[in-house]
């Protein structure tokens, strides 16, 4: 059964690095999204994109955020320079056709550890 | 988005049938209704989705009645790895964000 691959499982970083956050989609899916989830606590939607341009987002996703579609088959979140507030569990989504009802498919996350 | 209300917590027992309501008296026509699953440090997982009556797959059923007010999860014959978080989400799914609430905590016991 295809599905949503996160790499890495774990990342730890310092306080003010940048941080790359890889996404492989489910292979037909047209939608892609990152949501987050603090420890505890709901989870979040941060962004989503279609078409090679965010499609919307949310408060949380300021200008440290970005995404791309750096080819055919990655999809990244990349936060410029990482805050202690930043450490969360950061999944991708995707989700396929253009009509209702589609359903968004989740990866396994990608824990961000700001020291 | 349709706000949606659900039990905190519910406990069962290993082999019973857990049934799991949701409220969302403001869901609109296009609304679908998906349930997702997840546990610790894990991602959401998808569940069932539905739009009215009553869907089946192997892992659950979906209730919805006529009005659409409401839907009940159901899951049949429980065991111990069925203790996750349970999320009801009113919405188009397809292309709109997800807006996640507090779910409900499933504890199964032996």
């Known amino acids: 059964e295809p599905e949503v691959t996160q790499t890495p499982s774990h990342q730890v970083t310092q306080m003010g690095q940048e941080v790359i956050l890889r996404c492989v989609p489910i292979?037909?899916?047209?939608?892609f999204y990152w949501y987050r989830q603090i420890l505890g606590q709901k989870v979040e939607f941060l962004v989503s994109?279609?078409?090679?341009?965010?499609?919307?987002k949310s408060e949380i996703f300021d200008d440290q955020f970005s995404v791309e579609r750096p080819d055919g088959s990655n999809f990244t979140l990349k936060i410029r320079s990482t805050k202690l507030e930043d450490s969360a569990m950061y999944f991708c989504?995707?989700?396929?056709?253009?009509?209702?009802?589609?359903?968004?498919?989740f990866g396994p996350g990608t824990r961000l550890t700001v020291l | 988005l349709a706000k949606t209300t659900q039990p905190i917590s519910m406990d069962s027992y290993e082999g019973q049938e857990v049934n799991i309501t949701c409220s969302h008296n403001?869901?609109?026509?296009?609304?679908?209704i998906t349930w997702y699953q997840q546990f610790p440090s894990q991602g959401p997982r998808f569940i069932i989705q539905?739009?009215?009556t009553k869907v089946t797959n192997e892992v659950a059923s979906l209730f919805i009645p006529a009005d659409r007010k409401s839907s009940t999860l159901s899951l049949p014959r429980v065991s111990l790895s069925d203790t996750a978080v349970y999320y009801c989400l009113v919405g188009d799914a397809g292309f709109q964000k997800l807006v996640f609430g507090t779910g409900t905590r499933l504890l199964v016991s032996p």
């Open positions: 989504a995707s989700s396929g056709r253009t009509g209702r009802g589609d359903t968004q498919y």
């Open positions: 292979s037909n899916h047209l939608y």
């Open positions: 994109f279609y078409n090679n341009e965010i499609s919307e």
């Open positions: 403001n869901i609109a026509t296009n609304d679908y």
């Open positions: 539905g739009y009215k």
